[in-house]
């Protein structure tokens, strides 16, 4: 679903219990939430809750619904509505990158989002990526590499690390550590870390 | 009999050797579950009121409108009308709702008034000097005081005496300070103690502990050569422990209750919660597979975590979670007492060390906190010291990795390091020089400062004060030493070989991410000589055997003699039900990479599936011990030692410090489990980066709150502060034979001296109180006039 799609209003007019109905019996469409469309200062604005409103998230691949208060983060929704704990909620204001997930393949900050604003989009939390039986590269390098300790910040490094070297295969291990400067580690696992993105691409020092 | 001693190197297919962490894809992959992670059907969430001033007595507390709301299911006044408050983020009221926002929509209903008090967080200025002596009763602080300052045993009993106590020791605090090795004559000063409790605290914010004097340190001064007084300290930090703090609790019935308690004490943590529920410890279930981080400071349930004990009985036994958030967690959850000290250090004409004289002063909460041991590791022969302890207004003081070591030693060792300067003395010169001060330690110290200096090229680059390359990057080395005890704790485990080949152990520890569940793994292995595939550790459940608390480094060795008993002896077992199908005698046999073998004719032989087929349908179990004196020898030992070396630049026109390199070489008795052991240790180093460039918990003394109770300014180093890290492990054979000995305290302690040091060696002055910051770097420079340095880039 694009941006324009988002933002249309769905039926002004339309009452949100109707349009809960119609949601509920056209599955195959993606469901999104129902938002109030108010006139401010000269344009529409979607205006959700403050009462629970049926959120449709695109998960792993799979289509996953849940009744949410629109001030529910994507985090949370994730960690208590499907149970996807692998995502961690440690500074709770988008610092700590505990909580890396895929937004459309670019690393986010799933506790600076609101679920409702990941609607449409393709979501992709660290149990997408593999399981313990069958590692990704980069889960082997760090695991290889001891580029973990308590492990709490370990799968948001995993998925911020992934993108990075997905996206620059080239990069040194400077541009490495300031590419990945948006992930903390309280116990102290960088140096495993660059040894595990050394492995991962070759990269040289400076 | 049975040989209990470590396998030799011929027996060793992982002890010693790099292995990859058991847990490793089950945290790599988002499927560890931590005690955040739980959620069981019917959660409630628990929410707190806390107190947003420094120091407070509680007027009214009106819940009304909170208990209305729907989905509030408990509700619980912490602190009652009359109540005093010690520090912002203190807790007033708990609740638990059926959904998070739910219950902070409630506690934010809850109206509590205030009558506002005065209170005190300054603990950086230095404390008057004629502070009276404490003459009320002693605590048990003051006593760790004075044991932690060698304060002399007839002395301490002199003080009991005199002073009384003011709480009554059990039988159990007795045999506690026996099994420490304390004189008889403090215990039985303390047994015959006037008992004087609830005394009030002190008016004054100061109060002087730890005065001490050894010779005679004013004639040591005045024949002294050379002499430097310098003044140093370290801040309060915190935890920071990426999960917070809190537990899950839930009633099955009215007389059992199940915890998952995100915690480093899963043995010890139901006799900690039973009491004040009126249960017995045999009715609390305690569990936990995984904690995110807590470096000393999750031993105990927590004021907290026994709130959502309570409100879950009043919800009908629902489990009630109450994970702290993270501005509560900063406040309350976790504080490393700050050390700060007007330090006078003299040496005679040749470099010998001769005096010392020491005041410092630091906080760990309202009631004061520990004084760092001063001087540290060396023994200079005339010394005067006096600790003062800063009672403020802030969430209370709790161990952090290697308590009171990295303040002593950043006091202790930078002082020497000014002295060096003053003499013109290359300072690892000078620390050789008087190396012997440092005791039975003194030899291995000397070996690991060479191969420290040839791992960072010290003879090469080292220069006197300041780096006179021309241009605002200023570079400079700097050393620091340590020590720690990490002898094995009390440990007990339950191992079984099934029939199947299988073997399973159970031992209540847990695993930090330290590798408690690799090194046992790899010690059983090695014990049975089976590949460690075959092995499979259970741990995080108060229903194993009993195993201690993970603190003070005590983990690794006491984990690891219990399980490798149990292993010989499990071994010894299965050897002796299948001798006979071997036609030998047990003794005669062996076990090798997983075949079991007549030592001295390999053909008669059979695998270890075949042999555990043999033992009978419930296979063999047996219980593993840790001490153990029936079963020689002891396994682990205590004392382990490090040298280490940093490289720092410093741009003397932005103030910005980056460490370059850091060199640490650590003797740590016997390693099981390399590659998370140096894992470990770096870790150690890292959190040291940290603390020195970064971490304070900073203060507001008008409001007395924390201003950075978060993550985005409380900061912590990030990948682009570590650069150049290595260790050398220094396990010559000597230190082999010692045993197990935990290394997690000893790395975390060095660095930040050893930074603070190579920062004055590259700029020229010091700068005295961590974190080196710009805004200290050139605060530094500007009162010493050194910012003339900078010329060279004009």
């Keep these: ?206 | 009999m049975a040989d209990y001693k470590w396998p030799d190197q011929q027996h060793r297919s992982y002890l010693g050797k790099k292995i990859d962490r058991l847990d490793g894809p089950v945290k790599l992959t988002g499927r560890a579950k931590y005690t955040y992670d739980y959620n069981p059907k019917g959660l409630l969430y628990g929410a707190l009121v806390t107190c947003p001033y420094a120091r407070a007595k509680v007027l009214s507390v009106d819940t009304s409108a909170a208990e209305k709301m729907p989905g509030v299911k408990a509700l619980k006044v912490v602190k009652t009308p009359g109540t005093e408050t010690h520090w912002a983020g203190d807790e007033i009221v708990a609740l638990a709702a059926v959904d998070e926002r739910i219950a902070e929509d409630a506690a934010r209903a809850v109206v509590v008034k205030y009558e506002v008090l005065p209170h005190f967080v300054q603990d950086e200025i230095e404390p008057p000097k004629d502070i009276p002596l404490a003459s009320g009763p002693l605590s048990q602080e003051d006593l760790e005081d004075m044991f932690s300052n060698q304060v002399p045993e007839g002395k301490i009993a002199d003080a009991i005496k005199t002073r009384g106590i003011n709480w009554k020791p059990d039988e159990g605090f007795f045999k506690d300070l026996k099994g420490y090795g304390v004189d008889q004559v403090v215990i039985d000063a303390l047994r015959g103690a006037q008992v004087k409790p609830g005394t009030a605290g002190p008016k004054s914010p100061y109060k002087r502990t730890a005065v001490q004097t050894e010779g005679d340190p004013d004639k040591a001064f005045a024949e002294a050569a050379y002499v430097v007084e310098g003044v140093y300290g370290m801040p309060v930090i915190t935890h920071c422990c990426l999960e917070t703090h809190g537990l899950v609790a839930e009633w099955p019935d009215q007389k059992s209750m199940n915890v998952h308690v995100s915690t480093q004490n899963v043995s010890g943590m139901a006799a900690q919660m039973a009491p004040m529920l009126n249960l017995s410890a045999s009715d609390i279930h305690v569990e936990q597979q995984n904690i995110g981080g807590g470096f000393g400071s999750k031993f105990g349930p927590d004021s907290w975590g026994m709130h959502a004990a309570e409100l879950s009985k009043m919800a009908g036994g629902a489990p009630v979670k109450m994970m702290l958030d993270r501005k509560v967690e900063q406040e309350m959850a976790g504080a490393r007492p700050s050390a700060y000290g007007r330090v006078k250090v003299g040496a005679d004409k040749d470099g010998n060390l001769i005096a010392w004289e020491s005041n410092s002063w630091g906080t760990g909460g309202v009631t004061g906190g520990g004084s760092p041991p001063l001087p540290y590791l060396f023994r200079i022969p005339n010394q005067k010291k006096q600790h003062t302890a800063v009672s403020c207004n802030i969430g209370s003081a709790r161990a952090w990795r290697a308590p009171n070591h990295p303040q002593a030693s950043l006091l202790t060792e930078c002082a020497l390091d000014d002295l060096a300067a003053k003499m013109g003395m290359d300072p690892m010169d000078f620390f050789l020089k008087n190396i012997e001060m440092t005791g039975p330690r003194a030899k291995t110290y000397a070996e690991e400062f060479k191969i420290a200096a040839e791992m960072i090229g010290w003879k090469e680059k080292w220069h006197p004060r300041g780096d006179k390359t021309p241009g605002p990057l200023k570079r400079g080395l700097g050393l620091g030493l340590h020590t720690w005890g990490g002898r094995g704790h009390e440990s007990h485990c339950d191992l079984t070989v099934h029939p199947d080949g299988g073997v399973e152990v159970r031992i209540g520890s847990q695993d930090l991410g330290t590798g408690t569940r690799t090194v046992i793994a790899i010690v059983i292995a090695d014990a049975m000589g089976i590949p460690i595939e075959h092995v499979k550790v259970f741990l995080g459940d108060n229903k194993y055997p009993m195993s201690g608390a993970s603190g003070g480094s005590t983990t690794s060795g006491g984990v690891s003699s219990s399980t490798h008993r149990a292993a010989v002896d499990a071994r010894d077992a299965l050897l002796a039900k299948v001798a006979s199908s071997l036609k030998a005698q047990p003794e005669e046999l062996e076990v090798v990479k997983g075949t079991v073998r007549v030592k001295s004719d390999h053909s008669r032989a059979m695998t270890w599936k075949q042999a555990c087929a043999k033992v009978g349908p419930v296979g063999i179990t047996v219980r593993g011990n840790n001490p153990d004196r029936t079963k020689p020898p002891d396994l682990t030992n205590s004392g382990i030692g490090g040298v280490q070396m940093a490289e720092v630049s410093v741009d003397i026109e932005t103030g910005v410090v980056r460490v370059e390199k850091l060199m640490a070489v650590q003797d740590a008795g016997l390693i099981v489990s390399k590659k998370t052991c140096e894992t470990q240790m770096l870790g150690g180093m890292i959190m040291a980066v940290s603390y020195s460039l970064y971490e304070e918990k900073v203060m507001d003394p008008t409001t007395g709150r924390m201003l950075n109770p978060n993550i985005e300014f409380y900061r912590l180093a990030g990948l682009p502060d570590i650069k150049d890290l290595r260790i050398h492990l220094h396990n010559t054979q000597e230190q082999e034979n010692r045993g197990v000995i935990g290394i997690a305290e000893g790395a975390v302690t060095a660095p930040g001296t050893a930074i603070s040091n190579a920062i004055a060696n590259a700029i020229g002055v010091r700068v005295p109180f961590m974190p080196f910051t710009p805004g200290r770097v050139l605060a530094a420079l500007e009162e010493h006039g050194q910012n003339a340095m900078a010329g060279g880039a004009m």
Aim: glycine content about 10%; some cysteine.
């Design chain 1, 1 to 206: 679903m694009n941006e324009e799609d988002r933002k249309k209003p769905e039926g002004s007019g339309l009452s949100r219990r109707d349009f809960m109905k119609i949601g509920g019996m056209t599955l195959a469409v993606p469901m999104v939430a129902s938002p109030k469309v108010l006139r401010v200062g000269g344009e529409d604005v979607e205006v959700y809750g403050p009462e629970k409103t049926m959120v449709t998230l695109n998960v792993n691949g799979k289509l996953m619904r849940a009744e949410l208060e629109p001030r529910v983060t994507l985090l949370d929704a994730l960690r208590e509505s499907f149970d996807l704990t692998g995502s961690k909620r440690v500074c709770d204001r988008a610092t700590c990158g505990a909580c890396t997930v895929w937004l459309d393949e670019k690393p986010v900050y799933a506790c600076g989002m609101l679920a409702i604003d990941a609607q449409g989009h393709k979501i992709t939390t660290i149990e997408g990526i593999s399981t313990p039986e069958n590692m990704d590269a980069v889960q082997k390098a760090f695991w290889e590499n001891d580029a973990q300790q308590c492990g709490f910040c370990t799968p948001g490094f995993v998925m911020a690390t992934k993108a990075f070297v997905e996206k620059n295969p080239h990069a040194t291990l400077e541009d490495a550590r300031k590419g990945l400067s948006g992930n903390l580690c309280r116990c102290g696992t960088y140096v495993g870390i660059h040894s595990a993105l050394r492995q991962l691409t070759g990269m040289k020092e400076a």
